[in-house]
């Protein structure tokens, strides 16, 4: 799922994922973290067997411990060190805002890097509206399992879909539930919608099976 979130978004900016040598790199809290760290491993063996060529430049990984001031910080240390990175991996729904925040710091917006991670719908929409992200994963609390979430203009199939929208929140074209045992993968947009903004007004669905 984050691996391929991630290629969606170096697809949409003339990447070639497949024959490319992508460079990339993981940022989220810390190395104790059992989930996060299972959905690392689980993604550093897909991409060694699906992207041979790409190539991970800080294999420690970086980490800002859940503190939203640090990611910013530690957002901009990755884009010092890699001026030049392609991709961005932040499974950590603090780490993600703050890599954002840091990118936009750096004047590098959706055209110029991919990141992808997890985070809420309200910490990320401004990035979203800033053209800073392409796409992200949602999190659910109440199952304790990610939705991978796309603005208004890449909408996802609709098996097993359901709208990730609230209220207060942008209307995301679609989200899907991948349980954490579930492979890293997710299936790449089909369809285009003509919404150009992140944040209409809410609207919602029920799951479908």
């Given at each position: 799922?984050?691996?391929?979130?991630?290629?969606?978004?170096?697809?949409q900016?003339?990447?070639?994922?497949?024959?490319?040598?992508?460079?990339?790199?993981?940022?989220?809290?810390?190395a104790?973290?059992?989930?996060?760290?299972?959905?690392?491993?689980?993604?550093?063996?897909?991409?060694?067997?699906?992207?041979?060529?790409?190539?991970?430049?800080?294999?420690?990984?970086?980490?800002?411990?859940?503190?939203?001031?640090?990611?910013?910080?530690?957002?901009?240390?990755?884009?010092?060190?890699?001026?030049d990175?392609?991709?961005?991996?932040?499974?950590?729904?603090?780490?993600?805002?703050?890599?954002l925040?840091?990118?936009?710091?750096?004047?590098?917006n959706?055209?110029?890097?991919?990141?992808?991670?997890?985070a809420?719908p309200?910490?990320?929409?401004?990035?979203?509206?800033?053209?800073?992200?392409?796409?992200?994963?949602?999190?659910?609390?109440?199952?304790?399992?990610?939705?991978?979430?796309?603005?208004p203009?890449?909408?996802?199939?609709?098996?097993?879909?359901?709208?990730?929208?609230?209220?207060?929140?942008?209307?995301?074209?679609?989200?899907?539930?991948?349980?954490?045992?579930?492979?890293?993968?997710?299936?790449r947009?089909?369809?285009?919608?003509?919404?150009?903004?992140?944040?209409?007004?809410?609207s919602?669905?029920?799951?479908?099976t």
């Open positions: 799922m984050l691996v391929d979130m991630g290629v969606d978004g170096l697809k900016r003339g990447k070639d994922p497949d024959n490319d040598a992508i460079t990339y790199c993981w940022h989220y809290s810390q104790t973290v059992t989930d996060q760290n299972s959905w690392h491993v689980a993604a550093e063996k897909y991409i060694s067997e699906t992207y041979p060529k790409w190539q991970n430049v800080h294999p420690d990984n970086y980490y800002s411990e859940q503190d939203a001031e640090k990611a910013i910080t530690i957002g901009e240390a990755v884009l010092d060190a890699y001026p990175i392609d991709l961005i991996i932040c499974n950590d729904s603090t780490a993600l805002p703050g890599q925040q840091a990118a936009e710091n750096k004047g590098y959706e055209d110029t890097i991919t990141i992808t991670g997890f809420s309200n910490s990320v929409k401004q990035y979203c509206s800033n053209g800073t992200i392409y796409n992200w994963g949602l999190w659910d609390c109440g199952l304790r399992a990610p939705w991978a979430a796309t603005p203009h890449t909408s996802l199939p609709a098996t097993r879909s359901r709208s990730a929208t609230r209220s207060t929140s942008p209307t995301w074209a679609s989200a899907r539930f991948f349980p954490t045992t579930a492979s890293p993968r997710v299936p947009p089909r369809t285009r919608t003509t919404a150009s903004s992140c944040c209409p007004s809410a919602s669905s029920p799951r479908t």
